[in-house]
């Protein structure tokens, strides 16, 4: 099983960002966002279930986007008015759909800095 992010990278803030997972190997239920800023714990960003339900974390809601198919193992997350604070390494998060384990990408850093 393998999960790769893309489309890190660093922004000024307010400004927008893209990020793109794909995974393989197995089928997956649910597929994530989760990210870790230095010294903090690792938080969920937002989800997405293979029925499209789709969940956030209050800190970006109005301003970040989950979109994809996870029945085709692709997950995106469109970050726009991007703030400081939204600084940290985002892992793509996927849950396997017979067991509920989970499997985890290398990590995409985003940085917001003027």
């Known amino acids: 099983v393998q999960l790769v992010e893309s489309g890190g990278g660093l922004v000024q803030p307010g400004g927008s960002l893209r990020l793109s997972c794909t995974a393989s190997g197995t089928f997956f239920s649910t597929m994530g966002w989760y990210r870790q800023a230095p010294g903090k714990q690792r938080e969920l960003v937002a989800q997405i279930t293979n029925t499209g339900t789709t969940n956030y974390a209050d800190s970006v809601k109005g301003r970040f986007t989950i979109s994809g198919d996870v029945a085709k193992n692709t997950m995106y997350l469109q970050m726009n008015n991007l703030h400081p604070e939204d600084t940290a390494v985002y892992y793509c998060?996927?849950?396997?759909?017979?067991?509920?384990?989970?499997?985890w990408g290398r990590g995409a850093q985003v940085t917001v800095s003027s």
């Open positions: 998060n996927a849950v396997q759909r017979m067991t509920g384990h989970n499997y």
